[in-house]
């Protein structure tokens, strides 16, 4: 156990959910979840970089929650700099990539708008971080399993590992809900402000309007007046 | 001597952590959406662009992080200076968007080009770190109770997180209501104003020429 430590784990733990690498669990299921959002200003770009190793799998779904528009560029490129996906002005996306060793780059781009900035909210998935090691995890189970209590214990362990799985992908579904309905509502606040002040708008030029007219057509006659005498 | 492979594992994981560049005297700042009385960790480090070498140093060494954390309605939960590589931690009193900023105390007044800093992240919502207590596990059975105790807590989070969500929801549908009877009011007030002015400027007009003795 104390071996696998100093191996440099990718030990990803972000909002609620766990790492999936654990030295010493057998077939542990790796699922790794990170989830962010921030304030992307007009005019400007941010990248992000994530180290995978080999045949990993990486998930990348990110979504516009507020701005004008409510869109964005995205970018994603492989470790040797090959574009992998490129999009224009969509409000939300999922990409999943089969992966190399190295950093993988993604970049919101909002150069595009001139005076909305928009919050984005991105979350990244990594499957099988560790496929390498399971086959090292299982030559360990054969050593330490002969007693029955060891054997025992690993069944519970298997079955924790498996609940703490499903709780990570709910946590992790949460998040997206959560990500939705923020949107939902910062649309619907908007909407709000938006019916006020026009609704406000409206009638002060009506009344304004109604005003003006009812003066030139006084004006109007007063002129006639004066013209005649 | 358990302290020593889990500080060496915390500089490991994080070296192959999400990262992240900024420029050195700029601020990052991310928004989480958080219940109340929530723990979030944050783990973060930070690696010096070395010009010379056109590559990242190890480590940023002599500079430091400021860490800010403020609520939607700007108090301040946390402010503080750590060194290139730190963890902080905090815990929300009210749930609400919650901003943590991170800026590098450095003085430099002109930040020649190519000069940048590398920030690898990690933040933690609710939950205490697994790995350090499996790390100082004697036996199979303490490895059980840790992992079952991290469990109770991811659920614990997720139930926090659904009672949240619900008040979100109802604020969302307040929303959604008043806009509704907002749009109604709004129409019928303006048809009364519309029909009040007609029956006014018919009025004055009446009168008007009546004075004027053109009727």
């Known amino acids: 156990m104390g071996d696998n430590i100093w191996r440099p784990c990718p030990v990803l733990l972000l909002a609620g959910l766990l790492p999936a690498l654990l030295p010493g669990t057998a077939s542990f299921t790796p699922s790794l979840d990170s989830d962010f959002t921030f304030t992307l200003p007009a005019g400007q770009k941010e990248c992000f ?5 080999l045949k990993a799998s990486l998930e990348i779904e990110y979504q516009v929650l507020d701005g004008a528009g409510l869109d964005i560029d995205f970018h994603l490129a492989s470790p040797e700099g090959r574009t992998l996906v490129f999009e224009q002005r969509k409000s939300d996306g999922v990409h999943t990539v089969e992966t190399e060793d190295g950093d993988y ?4 781009d909002n150069t595009f708008s001139t005076i909305s900035e928009k919050v984005i909210f991105f979350e990244l998935i990594l499957d099988n971080m ?12 054969y050593i330490t399993g002969t007693d029955m209590l060891d054997m025992k214990l690993e069944d519970i362990l298997e079955s924790i590992n498996s609940i703490k799985a499903r709780l990570s992908k709910s946590g ?4 997206l809900l959560r990500a939705f309905e923020a949107r939902d509502r910062n649309i619907q606040e908007s909407n709000f402000d938006r019916v006020n002040f026009w609704s406000m708008v409206n009638l002060v030029v009506m009344v304004v309007v109604s005003a003006i007219q009812v003066y030139m057509l006084k004006s109007l006659f007063e002129d006639k007046r004066k013209s005649r005498t | 001597m358990p302290m020593l492979p889990f500080a060496l594992s915390f500089y490991f994981s994080l070296s192959t952590a999400f990262y992240f560049h900024v420029g050195e005297r700029e601020e990052k700042c991310i928004i989480e959406d958080i219940p109340s009385d929530t ?7 930070t690696q010096q662009w070395d010009f010379r070498r056109q590559d990242f140093l190890e480590s940023a060494p002599g500079l430091g ?17 750590h060194g290139p590589q730190g963890r902080f931690y905090f815990t929300s009193h009210s749930p609400g968007e919650h901003i943590i900023c991170l800026e590098s105390n450095s003085t430099r007044l002109v930040s020649f080009g190519g000069s940048k800093l590398r920030i690898h992240l990690e933040i933690r919502v609710g939950q205490h770190d697994l790995d350090a207590a499996i790390a100082q596990a004697k036996d199979k059975v303490n490895e059980v109770s840790f992992k079952l105790e991290h469990l109770i807590e991811q659920i614990e989070q997720i139930v926090k997180e659904q009672n949240y969500q619900r008040d979100r929801e109802e604020n969302f549908r307040m929303i959604s209501e008043d806009t ?26 009446k009168n008007f020429f009546i004075a004027k003795k053109l009727v």
């Open chain 1, 105 to 108: 780059m993604f970049c919101f």
């Open chain 1, 172 to 175: 992790h579904i949460q998040t």
């Open chain 2, 180 to 205: 509704n009877s907002n749009v109604l009011w709004w129409a019928f007030a303006q048809t009364l104003i519309f029909i009040a002015i007609g029956i006014f400027q018919m009025k004055s007009l």
């Open chain 2, 65 to 81: 992080m400021f860490v800010t954390v403020t609520t939607y309605n700007d108090e301040v939960l946390l402010s503080k200076l």
């Open chain 1, 49 to 53: 970089y994530q180290p995978m190793p």
């Open chain 2, 39 to 45: 723990l979030v960790t944050g783990t973060f480090k």
């Open chain 1, 130 to 141: 560790g496929e390498q090691e399971q086959e090292q995890e299982d030559w360990k189970k």
